[in-house]
């Protein structure tokens, strides 16, 4: 049971390039988070998803897309990426909003030179 | 908006001393739950606590929520180095919305 998948583990980005950042789960839960940790910050919610095919916004959206397409894969791009995205980003799952434990992936650690 | 503030960000003990950390939020709750990261790991789903004056406990750590639900702690009893790590709350208030605190990073001295 794999949990939640993030890839790539780490990555160096040069300013104004894009990337993926990858995140599948096999738990069938229908709500995915992406979250950035900044160095001794707490956890900013970037996008959340409900449901395949239905995504939102969370509290620092700028500077990131998102899709949900199926259940289990909830991609997180960056378009012309900035040395102010240079952090560490988690994906996580739940089976409901609340009330349930969140399962977060292994985290991404993303540097913007 | 909801604020999750928690205290204190950072706590240096030595080994066999206890340690507690609080959250208070600007809104009351419907629940608030605790994670723990491990240094260069992922948050760890630690507990859930729902209702108001609610206690639990997991071995060493104790996790109380407040009787107005604006507030919460998590109290470690005799630490030891497996504890060392960042715990977080995270409230859930109006409109479900989740927020997490800034997280108490502990460090234990062996």
């Known amino acids: 049971n794999a949990g939640v998948t993030q890839t790539p583990k780490f990555r160096i980005l040069k300013i104004g390039q894009s990337m993926t950042l990858q995140c599948a789960q096999d738990m069938n839960h229908n709500y995915m988070y992406w979250y950035r940790q900044d160095p001794g910050m707490g956890l900013k919610l970037i996008y959340y998803s409900v449901g395949a095919g239905i995504t939102d916004k969370g509290e620092v959206p700028n500077g990131y897309n998102v899709s949900r397409s199926t259940t289990e894969d909830f991609p997180l791009r960056l378009e012309l990426a900035a040395p102010s995205q240079t952090s560490v980003y988690f994906c996580?799952?739940?089976?409901?909003?609340?009330?349930?434990?969140?399962?977060f992936g292994q985290g991404t650690r993303l540097t913007v030179v | 908006g909801q604020q999750v503030m928690q205290i204190p960000q950072y706590q240096h003990v030595q080994e066999g001393e206890d340690f507690t950390t609080y959250c208070n939020s600007s809104?009351?709750?419907?629940?608030i739950q605790w994670y723990k990261q491990r240094p260069g790991g992922h948050p760890v789903f630690l507990i859930q606590l729902v209702k108001s004056g609610e206690v639990k406990k997991q071995k060493r750590l104790t996790f109380q929520f407040g009787e107005a639900k604006k507030n919460s702690s998590l109290h470690i009893t005799a630490t030891q180095t497996t504890d060392v790590g960042t715990y977080f709350c995270a409230g859930t208030g109006g409109y479900q919305k989740v927020t997490f605190g800034i997280g108490t990073k502990l460090q234990v001295i062996p």
């Open positions: 996580a799952s739940s089976y409901r909003e609340v009330n349930t434990e969140a399962f």
């Open positions: 809104t009351t709750l419907s629940n």
